[in-house]
Each structure stands twice: as C-alpha cells, then as structure tokens.
C-alpha cells in the first residue's frame, strides 16, 4: 500500500514541476510584458500548490498527521498570486509598457481617450 | 450573519456547559445542534439561514478551483505548442455586481485563471479592464466565466 501512496505522490510532484516549467518556457517565449506576466504569475501558482498538496498528502500518509501549515500555505498564494498579478500589470500600463505589436486591441486606451477628450470638451 | 453564528457559538457554549465536557468535541456537537435550533427560528431572522451562504462560498471554492486548472491546461498547450499562434489584446468586460468587495473577488479571480489578467478598474466600477493572451479563445469563453462567477458572487452576497 505504501507504493501505491508513494507512487501518487511522485506523479503529484512531477506535475507541478512540470507545471512550473512549461510557465517559465512560456516566460520565455511569450512576446511582450504583459504575456510573460501571464504565465508567470498563475501557472505557477497551480504548480506550487500541487507540489505544497502532495507535501500534505505525505505528512498524511507517512507522519499520519494533518500538517496544517501547509494548507495556510496554499490558501495564502492562492490569495496573494492575483494581487501582485494585478498590480504589476497595472503599474506596468500605467508606466506605459507597450504592448506587443501583434496585439488585436486596447479598450483601454480607447476609453482613456474618450475620457480624455471629454474632459478637454467640458 | 455575524449575529447568528455569535448565537450558534453561544449555544454550543451553552452546551458545553451544560455537559460538564470542555472538549472540542463536545463544542462541534453543541454548535451542531445550535445549528439546528438556528434552523427551526430561522423565519425570525431579518436575513436568511446563513448555512446557506457558507454553501454559497464553498461551491464558489470548487468552481474557482476547476476553472483554475482548466484554464491552466489550455495557456500550457499554448505556451508548448510549436507556432505560437497568440493575439493578445485588452478588452473591456462590464460588471454588474456593485459592492467594492465583490468586484475586488471578480477582478482576482479572473485574474488567477490563466489566459486572463485585470490590468485595470474603471473609475465608475462599471468595467474591468483585461489582458488576454489568446483573445479569440477568451472572447467565447469569457461570458461563461464571468457569468458562473458573478452568480456564484451574487448568491454569496445576496
């Protein structure tokens, strides 16, 4: 029974380094700030936590006992990813990084525009 | 809510009290049986039972948990497959739900499903402000998203 155990909690570790690895080549490869942004600040956070899981599921099953800092871990970057996600993307348009070329479109700057236009009307 | 669970906690005091047990235990069986009494007044309360708002965020929790790792699945087939074959763009989703917290829940939680990022709220709290990596996969995905999260959000805060 202990294989079994151990053999989930080997495939458990291995995906989330794979995870963690496909993100940081898209780091790599992804065109502008923004892209790269992407798949650093998320799907690295599914990698962490699977790999912080399968560190749970080990204490449980070996140590037999509930180890629950570790699930105050996974519970705090699930909260705090989205957070610096946000904030560096913010900070990033709002310094001006322009997007990448092949970009479709930029609501955003639509609107600001209006806004601005707006505002020089009145 | 924070009234009747301040009344559930006194009840399963209460329990506790009255079984001489001080075990937590016996605190979980007081505070289930508060519950129940909680259930049976429960047209005296100016708000609903609030076990259903814990259900309401509990299912939120698996919805958010399952949309995480599809959307995870589908930027890592992006990021692996040869061409990259990406039209990343900012578009702008309007918001129904109103209150600050809600719309701080909705702009993290499309945040951290992948293939999605809030880049910006407007000043009105009308429109949130996304990057996407692959536009064309969003725009059909992103109404579903945006609705199953929003109702989830609206039946916590209803």
């Not at chain 1, 962490?48 to 599921?57: F, G, H, M, N």
């Not at chain 2, 702009?107 to 990022?117: D, E, S």
């Not at chain 2, 996304?130 to 998203?145: L, Q």
Request: proline share 2%; charged share 20%.
């Amino acid at each position: 029974m202990t294989e079994t155990y151990e053999i989930i909690i080997g495939v458990m570790v291995l995906l989330g380094a794979i995870i963690s690895l496909i993100a940081t080549i898209g780091a790599l490869r992804f065109p502008d700030f923004y892209t790269r942004n992407h798949a650093i600040s998320k799907s690295t956070t599914l990698g962490v936590s699977i790999v912080l899981l399968s560190a749970l599921l080990y204490f449980i099953f070996f140590e037999a006992h509930f180890n629950s800092r570790l699930v105050l871990a996974i519970l705090f970057i699930l909260m705090t990813a989205p957070v610096s996600g946000h904030l560096i993307g913010r900070a990033a348009y709002n310094s001006g990084v322009k997007l990448a070329d092949r970009s479709v479109v930029d609501d955003l700057k639509r609107d600001r525009q209006k806004l601005q236009k707006r505002k020089k009307t009145q | 809510m924070a009234f009747q669970m301040l009344l559930n906690f006194f009840l399963a005091f209460t329990w506790m009290f009255l079984k001489t047990t001080f075990t937590p235990a016996s605190f979980l069986v007081g505070y289930f049986w508060g519950l129940v009494i909680l259930f049976i007044f429960r047209s005296y309360f100016s708000e609903r039972f609030y076990l259903h708002r814990v259900i309401a965020i509990i299912k939120l929790f698996f919805l958010f948990l399952k949309e995480l790792v599809l959307s995870n699945l589908s930027v890592l087939k992006l990021v692996i497959s040869p061409k990259l074959s990406i039209k990343p763009g900012i578009f702008a989703l309007p918001v129904e739900v109103e209150k600050d917290w809600e719309i701080m829940l909705l702009a993290n939680l499309i945040t951290l499903t992948p293939g999605t990022l809030t880049v910006e709220v407007s000043g009105d709290n009308k429109t949130l402000y996304i990057h996407a990596v692959n536009i064309d996969d969003v725009k059909d995905s992103i109404n579903g998203i945006k609705d199953t999260f929003e109702k989830a959000i609206m039946e916590v805060s209803r």
